[in-house]
């Protein structure tokens, strides 16, 4: 037992009597600002009577789906996440409900996690603590003491304290989070949206542009909500959640409609400068009946703008970070680190990118996006053989055990969902591959990477009806895609017979640096009869190692034999407009 967990513990109340729980249940059932759904709210009742009841033991995943869900005797808790997905989401609907308006309430509810027993807390009264403690993003370090080391009496102390602290935080009403402590995430409130007019439209429209935005940013693994009623006394509130350095940012919307039309104003601000970060505008035709329809049409694409890997908020971030860093912070940023990495997959961003990582998990091992990320990493140095051939497999074995480290973490991190899929992808497992990233789609289902990872290695596989609509959502949602989105779009194209289009993708994949896309532009322009477009992709593709064998490039990626062989066609058409360009000269010119 580490010296923190002696702590002594705050004073609790008995445990409250049924009577209080179901009072605190219709309160909260009733409270306008509760962000749950219907189905999630009779999950939460289901739970709660069968608890009561002495039936906790009997709550598992088949008995809520039959019961809630309506699943029948055929479920199979593997194939099909719903129960999963839905109690992560309630158990932050509950976050969020204790965080705003049930910060007061004498019992509160909780869904462990691990199971899907609630547990009932009667509110202590809180110990006076003189400042809250500075150390980890929740206020203790997570790092793991080696178990014979030495604590001296002032550490003990210091982690007393820390304990305390965190236990002050749950009590008190700070935001909740079901995994252990981590690295820190940036902050981000979403005020209520504001209406222009008195309509009861607007005022409906409104209403649920706020509670529903902050369900779809759910989805994603960047960011601590935070639901306020106002915006009074907003920064003092976010300044003293968790470190005061980590940027924070605030939401705010407005509501105007006009007859059969309906204008949505969306800004994200840096909360200390007020500088605006990205905003839109949406205009859209409206009727009674659409009212839902248009509400998660805004609120899909401003998760998706906010939320996305390659966006605006990630992008502030690293430039207001670029200068000293906060400690807590530091784990959360070798993520984004990652990610920029991975848009142009340059060894030598590579290299940082795989250092800091490492030293991310050292320092934070409990942080599932930094192992999920990791193990892309790995898995990068085999399939881009960034290390020698011999050393392939185990990189491969090193990616499959980060992302299964960091799907132990949390089952449901998105990240640790996208990394499990695409590696069991290049491992051959395509049927796990494909079930990985089904669950990652129900659970970001606005997530740009979440739609291209997915579409991509559908399309790859075969299946370009399901897969290239997924990557052309992806497209469009992502502010600034990567150069690879374009690569499957190119093929698609070009094997649908529409050439022009196809050398477009590619060529936009070039503008961003890609590799691949000079042997999608010299088989494109080959089509078309541009000869000169040709020879300089062929030039270009002469200096890329990776590329002295296109067909087993594409193997090595996935592709099945009737994509290779018909791309193949196309490179060979391409070769024959330029003679010169023979495989006996590409040495030389490498």
């Known amino acids: 037992m580490t010296p923190a967990s002696q702590a002594p513990l705050p004073p609790r109340k008995a445990p409250p009597s049924e009577a209080e729980v179901r009072a605190a249940l219709d309160r909260m059932a009733s409270d306008p600002e509760f962000g749950a759904s219907e189905r999630r709210l009779a999950f939460l009742r289901f739970v709660v009577e069968e608890t009561l009841a002495g039936r906790a033991h009997q709550l598992k995943g088949f008995t809520i789906a039959n019961a809630v869900y309506g699943r029948d ?3 199979d808790s593997r194939t099909d996440p719903v129960v999963r997905l839905e109690a992560r989401r309630l158990r932050q609907d509950l976050d969020s409900y204790y965080v705003g308006p049930g910060a007061g309430d004498p019992v509160r509810i909780a869904i462990p996690k691990g199971g899907y027993a609630p547990v009932f807390e009667a509110r202590a009264e809180p110990l006076p603590i003189a ?32 304990a305390l602290g965190l236990l002050w935080a749950l009590w008190s009403g ?50 601590r909500l935070y639901a306020p009623r106002s915006a009074e006394g907003l920064t003092e509130t976010l300044a003293g959640a968790g470190e005061p350095r980590v940027p924070a940012y605030v939401v705010t919307g407005k509501v105007l409609t006009e007859g059969s039309r309906a204008s949505v ?31 998660d049409r805004v609120t899909a694409e401003v998760a998706a703008a906010i939320g996305q890997s390659y966006g ?13 860093p906060p400690p807590s912070l530091e784990s959360y940023l070798c993520v984004l680190q990652a990610y920029g990495y991975r848009r142009s997959f340059e060894p030598e961003d590579f290299a940082q990118a795989l250092a800091c990582l490492e030293a991310a998990v050292t320092r934070t091992p409990s942080y599932a996006s930094a192992w999920a990320m990791l193990g892309w990493l790995h898995l990068d140095a085999g399939r881009f053989q960034f290390v020698p051939p011999g050393e392939v497999a185990d990189e491969y074995t090193a990616a499959l055990a980060a992302a299964e480290r960091a799907h132990a973490l949390d089952t449901e991190n998105l990240q640790a969902l996208q990394a499990l899929a695409s590696i069991h992808h290049y491992l051959g497992n395509y049927a796990l591959s494909e079930r990985f990233g089904r669950m990652a789609l129900a659970r970001a289902p606005h997530d740009p990477e979440t739609l ?8 790859v596989r075969g299946n370009f009806d399901e897969g290239a609509p997924l990557m052309q959502r992806a497209i469009d949602r992502t502010i600034d895609p990567p150069g690879w989105y374009y690569h499957l779009p190119s093929m698609d194209a070009f094997i649908g017979g529409d050439t022009r289009s196809a050398l477009e993708m590619a060529e936009r994949a070039a503008a961003k640096g890609t590799q691949y896309s000079q042997f999608l532009i010299a ?7 541009d000869t000169e477009r040709t020879r300089a992709a062929l030039v270009a593709m002469a200096a890329i190692p990776e590329l002295a064998d296109p067909a087993a490039f594409m193997r090595s990626h996935g592709a099945t034999d009737e994509i290779v062989d018909t791309m193949m066609e196309g490179y060979t058409e391409a070769r024959s407009l330029a003679p010169d360009m023979s495989p006996e000269t590409e040495p030389e010119q490498r």
């Open 73 to 75: 005797e055929s479920f």
């Open 131 to 162: 400042a809250p403690p500075e150390a980890g993003a929740d206020g203790i370090d997570p790092t793991p003491a080696p178990a014979a080391r030495r604590w001296p009496a002032v550490l003990v102390a210091v982690l007393a304290l820390a």
């Open 265 to 295: 104003l969306v800004q994200l601000l840096a909360l200390q400068t007020g500088e605006v970060v990205w905003s839109n505008r949406f205009d859209l035709a409206l009727d009674v009946a659409s009212i839902i329809d248009v509400r």
């Open 523 to 529: 088989v494109s322009a080959a089509a078309l009869g």
């Open 452 to 459: 291209a990872q997915v579409g991509w290695r559908l399309a």
């Open 174 to 223: 700070a935001p909740r989070t079901d995994r252990p402590a981590t690295a820190a995430l940036p902050k981000l409130a979403i005020l209520p949206f504001e209406a222009l007019d008195l309509s009861e439209t607007t005022g409906t429209l409104s209403a649920g542009l706020g509670s529903e935005l902050i369900q779809d940013l759910r989805g994603f693994e960047t960011v």
């Open 312 to 324: 605006p908020l990630a992008a502030d971030i690293r430039h207001r970070t670029r200068e000293a």
